[in-house]
């Protein structure tokens, strides 16, 4: 379908913006290049779709439906990318049953480009997560949990680049703490870092020294703490950070109907999205650039 078609026809919410000092409607009919970002978040082990009886979810989800997604979408613009941001494991007897297995090969058969770790994927221990890399046959980005003096040392790395119709995208993995969340035994000797002061780090290195055009942190802290705003969050962490466009989060499994338009340190507009939980939907964030690169960018939840 035509894209104006397909956002009619599947979206639940829409947010467009310009990313310095641009108007969407004023730049696309200018733009040079365009690229699509993907993403899913706490999908927690959900193969199938829910049921017709299931609640509120009945009858949306299932990785059948999302590839048939993925896949028009590709066709439609073949410089994208698919992105998840954690708690892949835990919820369904599949993942008792196969430990990951299904997950990360289904995951693989999808084409994810990179993903980050929540705090479920520590479920059945690093031996258990280390066990089943092998079946992700993409990278994990962690950069604020150091797991030196563990069996995951090397596994994981802090940011990854890609390179999409000369548009270079960086992307790095931030992580909840694990206090409260994660038993000691099944997380041992991995240190947890400080993800703003991390995230500043990694955008420097991004920016400065890696010359990306996009950066994108895959973030599992949480969009808010209503109860608690102190809290390190989606919402704090962009408000304490620079040169982050894209925030795609997790962990609080909250269903925005449209990304976010906040600020960062220094009043620039940027995203942050999450699409809820159990692969009932999928995040779709379109990336428009100019001559100079500046870009103009618009969101969409698409329901599975």
Do not use: W
């Not at 730049?27 to 199938?48: A, G, M, P, Q, R």
């Not at 947890?192 to 955008?203: C, F, G, K, R, S």
Request: proline share 3%; charged share 20%; net charge neutral.
């Amino acid at each position: 379908m035509k894209r104006r078609s397909f956002i009619q026809k599947t979206a639940v919410g829409t947010a467009a913006l310009g990313l310095g000092g641009l108007g969407l409607q004023s730049f696309t009919s200018n733009y040079k290049k365009h690229l699509t970002i993907l993403h899913t978040n706490d999908v927690h082990s959900h193969i199938d779709p829910f049921g017709p009886n299931e609640g509120r979810f009945s009858k949306l989800g299932g990785v059948a439906r999302r590839a048939t997604l993925i896949e028009n979408i590709r066709k439609e613009n073949p410089n994208n990318l698919l992105l998840d941001a954690g708690d892949i494991f835990q919820g369904t007897p599949y993942f008792n049953y196969y430990g990951g297995e299904l997950e990360f090969t289904l995951m693989s058969k999808l084409k994810y480009d990179a993903a980050t770790l929540g705090n479920h994927d520590f479920d059945n221990g690093l031996e258990g997560l280390l066990a089943q890399l092998p079946n992700a046959q993409f990278p994990f980005v962690s950069a604020n949990y150091d797991f030196k003096n563990t069996i995951m040392e090397g596994h994981t790395k802090p940011y990854t680049i890609f390179i999409k119709d000369g548009i270079k995208v960086g992307v790095f993995g931030l992580g909840v703490a694990f206090e409260g969340l994660v038993n000691k035994i099944n997380y041992k000797e991995t240190q947890y870092l400080d993800p703003v002061e991390i995230a500043q780090d990694m955008t420097r290195i991004l920016k400065e020294n890696e010359n990306c055009d996009l950066i994108i942190c895959l973030s599992h802290l949480g969009y808010y703490y209503k109860n608690n705003p102190d809290r390190v969050s989606d919402l704090n962490l962009a408000a304490k950070t620079k040169d982050i466009d894209l925030i795609i989060g997790g962990h609080t499994h909250t269903f925005l109907k449209k990304p976010t338009v906040t600020k960062n340190s220094e009043g620039k507009n940027m995203l942050i999205n999450q699409v809820g939980c159990y692969g009932v939907n999928l995040g779709r964030i379109d990336f428009y650039f100019d001559d100079q690169m500046k870009t103009a960018a618009d969101g969409t939840t698409i329901i599975v």
